[in-house]
């Protein structure tokens, strides 16, 4: 971590757990992320973990029940995709009839790069396995591996059954398209461009948002 806290750049974490006034979280984020094997956590996770501790600490100033699991599900109820709408209308009025400001807290919700920013750049923290690129780029391969793979059995299969009289088809060609879509902005990628832009320009323009 950086000595001369003047000259490191301005992180919305960073000021977060100042105002939450959360001692010894920033440490532990930074541990986490740098861990090896499976006590490393990933930004996402970390973003969630960070998340939780701004509820709990909202959630003790208002006298409302602040275990983990009440912590997790009430997260949950607010940010979860799967939630429905009543459930979640139900959370936000039971904490805002406890003097919790919903809108508020969930401005103050860090994404996951808001969390690579503050480690990389406020603490100066680095992660000490495979280069991002390279690891993107083994996974590619993989994945175009098994797409392969996915082609090849399919060809066979279609074309046995054909030569047995048990489909009826004539000359064809399987065509594999991997397409992923952003849930956020409802951009569509191929695979291979997803993974070699970094991500969704919607993640981005979210981040400078906030």
């Known amino acids: 971590m950086a000595e001369d806290a003047d000259s490191r750049p301005s992180s919305k974490v960073a000021r977060l757990l100042e105002e939450y006034d959360i001692e010894g979280l ?4 930074e541990a986490r992320w740098t861990a090896d094997g499976d006590q490393r956590m990933s930004l996402r996770d970390l973003a969630d973990s960070f998340n939780r501790r701004l509820l709990e600490v909202q959630l003790r100033v208002a006298g409302l029940d602040a275990l983990e699991q009440d912590v997790q599900r009430t997260y949950r109820n607010l940010t979860g995709e799967d939630v429905t709408v009543g459930v979640q209308t139900d959370t936000r009025t039971r904490l805002e009839q406890n003097g919790i400001d919903v809108e508020e807290l969930e401005r103050d919700f860090v994404t996951y790069q808001a969390i690579r920013s503050y480690l990389r750049e406020f603490r100066d923290a680095a992660y000490e396995g495979p280069a991002d690129e390279e690891k993107i780029q083994a996974d590619q391969e993989t994945i175009q591996r098994l797409a392969s ?5 399919t060809e ?3 074309q046995t059954l054909r030569e047995t009289d048990r489909l009826d088809v004539g000359e064809f060609e399987v065509l594999l398209d991997l397409q992923v879509v952003c849930q956020s902005c409802g951009t569509q990628y191929a695979v291979d461009q997803l993974l070699e832009e970094g991500g969704c320009d919607c993640q981005g323009e979210r981040e400078h948002a906030r």
Request: hydrophobic share 40%; glycine share 8%; aromatic share 0%.
């Open 26 to 29: 920033g440490a532990e984020l």
């Open 149 to 153: 793979r996915t082609l090849s059995v």
């Open 156 to 158: 066979d299969r279609l």
